[in-house]
């Protein structure tokens, strides 16, 4: 044995763990090296809170563009902070859906669970601070009504979708602009934690209907107590532009 792999069990005794920073064991590496090599100019994000992804994007080394969508007003303030500093970086206070309407979304403790869907218990008693506190009056349009791909003149767009069990309507309302785009980054539940949303088997048929592959995997969301998995992030692409 090794002593690179003496040192690894030994720091797992401490619940420390080391991979290895490389297209086989990590998904971080992964996502930046689908970003460098498919040359993405401009990653939509939706559903960006507190800029959370963004942020993890230029930690990664991402320079290009990204325009994020958060509804939510208070977080919208702190996304807004840090966008004004980075020129390259947008931003709008508004939520994606399937149609222009005016929905109330629910507050949740921890911000990052709020939805306009219904909270399952499952959720609650997985995370506590999931657990609804207010709610808000939120603007929703169609992505594909407020993102013109040609007068923007961007070539290699990324979409990110994390909007708690809405995704559906997301890609609904981004059905326009698909199959243009280069690949796609969404939430996916293995159980419901929202009511009426649909789980990730129905999400992937729904996508490799606009001719998108399932690329890669990342774990989410899971039962601390267990382990088990309740969400994970999908990476697909464009079965069409991927390979442009």
């Known amino acids: ?3 690179k792999n003496n040192l690894k069990f030994f720091l797992r005794n401490f619940g420390i763990d080391i ?3 490389n297209i086989n064991e990590s998904f971080d590496y992964r996502l930046q090296n689908y970003l460098n090599s498919m ?3 401009l990653v939509i994000d939706v559903g960006a809170n507190n800029g959370q992804y963004g ?6 080394g991402y320079k290009e563009n990204i325009l994020s969508f958060e509804p939510l007003e208070k977080e919208y303030k702190t996304l807004k902070t840090k966008t004004n500093k980075d020129n390259k970086w947008k931003c709008l206070n508004l939520g994606l859906g399937d149609r222009d309407e005016i929905k109330s979304i629910n507050i949740a403790e921890n911000s990052v669970s709020s939805s306009i869907m219904e909270i399952l218990d ?3 008693n997985a995370n506590e601070s999931s657990k609804y506190i207010s709610n808000q009056s939120i603007q929703l349009k169609r992505l594909d009504q407020v993102f013109n791909l040609q007068k923007e003149n961007y070539e290699k767009v990324f979409l990110k979708i994390d909007t ?12 326009n602009l698909l199959d243009n785009f280069i690949g ?16 990730y088997i129905d999400i992937i048929k729904k996508l490799n209907s606009y001719n998108y592959d399932l690329w890669d995997l990342k774990r989410g969301f899971h039962n601390p107590k267990t382990g088990q998995i309740y969400q994970f992030d999908g990476i697909f692409f464009n079965r069409k532009n ?3």
């Open 39 to 41: 040359k993405i100019d």
């Open 19 to 21: 991979n290895r920073y």
């Open 164 to 175: 708690q069990g809405y995704e559906e309507k997301v890609i609904d309302g981004s059905s």
């Open 55 to 60: 942020e993890s994007l230029r930690k990664l």
């Open 122 to 124: 499952e959720h609650i």
């Open 184 to 199: 796609i980054q969404i939430e996916l539940s293995v159980e419901r934690m929202y009511e009426n949303q649909l789980l």
């Open 242 to 244: 991927a390979k442009k």
């Open 1 to 3: 044995m090794t002593f």
